[in-house]
């Protein structure tokens, strides 16, 4: 079976990159587009915390940060069988004008078929929550539902 490619994802936002980079690295801005509650210090090596609505934990481990730049995570997602699977999420910001085009690439997909279903669920809820980022920050509106289903 071939190796899985990465996710990737591109959206231009009409803010600077300075709001979008709160946005991904500080608890409370996390919360408004993302997560149910975050634990996260935009710092390297530093480990973090992320549960959505719905209870789902994930936890993980800053990689690397570039103040309004570049932001990496360590992503280690575990089943219910308590296998864990390591990928890495990497966000670039370049500045466009007077917005921001966020470039979101999630690399590190094995072959399997519980890597089918992981990169599945990842490729769908970044969609998914990457426009709600998209429409936090442009319109202050979370378009979130708790009787979506993202996974």
Same mark, same amino acid.
């Given at each position: 079976m071939a190796k899985i490619p990465p996710v990737t994802e591109k959206f231009y936002?009409?803010?600077?990159? !300075? @709001?979008?980079?709160? !946005?991904?690295?500080?608890?409370r801005q996390l919360a408004k587009w993302?997560? !149910?509650?975050? @634990?996260?210090?935009? @710092?390297?090596?530093?480990?973090?915390e992320f549960t959505w609505r719905g209870g789902y934990t994930m936890n993980g481990r800053v990689r690397d940060v570039a103040t309004n730049r570049r932001v990496?995570?360590?992503?280690?997602?575990?089943?219910?069988?308590? @296998?864990?699977?390591?990928?890495? !999420?990497?966000?670039?910001?370049r500045?466009?004008?007077?917005?921001t085009v966020l470039t979101l690439t999630h690399r590190g997909f094995k072959s399997g078929k519980k890597w089918v279903a992981l990169y599945g669920s990842i490729r769908a809820g970044w969609t998914y929550y990457l426009m709600n980022l998209k429409s936090v920050l442009e319109h202050g509106t979370d378009l979130r539902s708790d009787l979506d289903s993202v996974a």
């Open positions: 936002l009409a803010v600077p990159p !300075a @709001k979008v980079y709160a !946005a991904l690295t500080r608890p993302f997560l !149910a509650e975050a @634990k996260f210090t935009p @710092k390297p090596k530093t480990p973090f990496t995570l360590d992503w280690i997602d575990r089943f219910e069988d308590g @296998k864990t699977f390591e990928t890495r !999420a990497e966000f670039v910001l500045r466009r004008g007077r917005g």
